[in-house]
């Protein structure tokens, strides 16, 4: 079982990013996806959820509108496209593996986890 984030690294204030985790089979298939992210001295944070067949999306309530969370089940890869950047989302942001097909914002309900990319927003 393998996640493999991707695309992290250094934004100025109002630009984009766009990460990447790409899965094995196993910790992909008919599995929701979520990111989240956790800044130095603070607890783990949701950021996005997306279910196994990509219609149904969740995010937190400091992302949404400029975060969107995909996915290409072919290719076994979750996307989080993050837009307007601000210097609070500086953090490690991690990709999940669901336990379950339904989109969860707890991290008690993913199963596996990728080792990070950190994403570091300048003012």
């Known amino acids: 079982v393998q996640l493999q984030a991707s695309g992290g690294g250094l934004v100025q204030a109002g630009g984009s990013l766009r990460l990447s985790c790409a899965a094995s089979e196993r910790a992909f298939s008919n599995r929701a996806m979520g990111w989240f992210r956790q800044a130095p001295g603070k607890e783990r944070e949701f950021v996005a959820a997306?279910?196994?067949?990509?219609?149904?999306?969740y995010y937190g309530d400091s992302v949404k509108g400029r975060f969107t969370i995909s996915r290409a089940n072919a290719k076994s890869t979750v996307y989080l496209q993050m837009n307007s950047l601000k210097p609070e989302d500086t953090a490690v942001y991690s990709c999940?593996?669901?336990?379950?097909?339904?989109?969860?914002?707890?991290?008690?309900?993913?199963?596996?986890w990728g080792q990070g990319t950190l994403v570091t927003v300048s003012s």
């Open positions: 997306i279910n196994w067949s990509g219609t149904s999306t």
């Open positions: 999940a593996a669901g336990r379950y097909g339904l989109a969860s914002t707890s991290s008690r309900e993913y199963d596996y």
